[in-house]
């Protein structure tokens, strides 16, 4: 059984910036596929960023350019980092691992979520 659990969530100014984390309690983020995910109130949860097992990297266009995945192998811990914030960035945002090391699996882990708020 793996555990993400994200923190980093806030509240900030539009043009402002923030660093999301997703520790997870087993040995999981350089060997599989993992994603960072938000859900706005009444919208449909939506991929923002995906790394898999090789460093390759995939974004939505709507935060290309001012988001960026990486992740810390030691410490076991998936990050997101916003910048130039928009209010339409505003939402729950979630990591989440994949069953495989590869883009284009299934999820079978998902953290609680942290809010992030552009105001």
């Known amino acids: 059984h793996v555990q993400l659990v994200e923190s980093g969530g806030g509240l900030v100014q539009p043009g402002g910036s923030l660093r999301l984390s997703c520790a997870a309690s087993?040995?999981?983020?350089?060997?599989?596929?993992m994603g960072w995910f938000r859900q706005a109130p009444g919208k449909e949860r939506e991929g923002v960023a995906g790394?898999?097992?090789?460093?390759?990297?995939i974004y939505a266009d709507s935060v290309k350019g001012r988001f960026t995945i990486s992740r810390d192998n030691a410490q076991n811990t998936l990050y997101l980092k916003l910048n130039s914030l928009k209010i339409e960035d505003t939402a729950m945002y979630y990591c989440?691992?994949?069953?495989?090391?590869?883009?284009?699996?299934?999820?079978?882990?998902w953290g609680q979520g942290t809010q992030v708020t552009v105001s």
């Open positions: 989440a691992k994949d069953l495989d090391s590869a883009f284009g699996g299934n999820r079978d882990y």
């Open positions: 790394l898999d097992s090789t460093g390759t990297t």
């Open positions: 087993v040995d999981t983020i350089g060997r599989y596929c």
